[in-house]
């Protein structure tokens, strides 16, 4: 009986090209991943959100409501609602107001800009009589501030 000692050497070979191969393609594949923002980066802009928020559920109504935020929604004044939360954001950040009553879709109101640079968006719900609104701020920082 005779040994075929060919085809063993091609299944060496074979094994010894499909381990280069595979090496030479570990060595030449990189994935470069880039690194994640700075979550302080976000977390300012999110705490500012937040505090513009209180402010606005803080303030005292002026004609009748639990709060100026509250009384100016159910008066339909989204734009003076807006107005409120924008002014009240802390210099170098700047922010979008949309609003929406209930289940509606969000629109812009009070002053509308041009983001420059990474957002945060900050959701609140507010509840004013049987209506739920939605209000959401899309936050910014200008110039450069952190």
């Not at 280069?20 to 980066?41: G, W, Y």
């Not at 159910?74 to 002014?87: I, R, Y």
Request: hydrophobic fraction near 45%; aromatic fraction near 8%; charge should be negative.
């Amino acid at each position: 009986m005779r040994r075929d000692e060919h085809g063993q050497i091609h299944i060496l070979e074979m094994l010894t090209l499909f381990w280069l191969f595979f090496m030479s393609a570990t060595f030449l594949i990189r994935i470069d991943v880039p690194d994640s923002r700075s979550v302080a980066h976000d977390a300012s802009l999110e705490a500012a959100g937040e505090s513009v928020f209180q402010y606005g559920l803080g303030l005292p109504a002026e004609i009748s409501g639990e709060n100026r935020l509250t009384e100016l929604l159910s008066e339909a004044d989204n734009d003076g609602a807006c107005t409120l939360l924008q002014q009240a954001l802390m210099s170098g950040k700047e922010a979008n107001c949309w609003i929406a009553k209930n289940s509606a879709t969000s629109y812009p109101f009070g002053l509308v800009g041009t983001p420059s640079g990474n957002t945060v968006t900050i959701h609140h719900l507010v509840a004013v009589d049987e209506n739920v609104w939605t209000i959401s701020l899309t936050l910014w920082n200008v110039g450069g501030g952190a």
